[in-house]
């Protein structure tokens, strides 16, 4: 049996936030979250667990990187639709009307 990434979950500005590391000493969950402005991530399992798991996590991180997108024209507004020009979410239109105030 060989180390096999399971699966890979994105957050919504397609981020890497989540993924499961299967290894023959036991599955290893890996999440990454946004610390002072770094991507750091922490893993969850047995510590031979994580040792094994250490290089699919590193070629995660290599093949698709954690720095958060600045733009994408592909992020949608999650009220209206439309293109969220500044990749978070919501666009400028309803960014004005719903996130402020
Ligand atoms: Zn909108």
């Known amino acids: ?5 399971h699966s890979i979950t994105f957050d919504k500005r397609e981020r890497l ?6 290894t023959p000493r036991g599955i290893v969950h890996v999440e990454w979250t946004c610390a002072a ?3 750091c991530w922490f893993t969850s399992g047995n510590g031979d667990a994580k040792k094994l798991a250490m290089p699919a996590i590193e070629r995660i991180k290599r093949c698709l990187g954690t720095r958060p997108a600045a ?6 507004c999650r009220h209206c639709g439309r ?3 500044d990749g978070s979410g919501v666009c400028a239109r309803c960014h004005q ?3 402020v105030g």
Not at 17 to 22: F, G, R
């Open 17 to 22: 936030k989540n993924a499961v590391v299967i």
């Open 97 to 99: 009307t719903y996130e």
């Open 1 to 5: 049996m060989v180390t096999v990434i």
């Open 71 to 76: 733009s994408r024209g592909d992020v949608r």
């Open 37 to 39: 402005g770094d991507w």
């Open 83 to 85: 293109t969220s020009e």
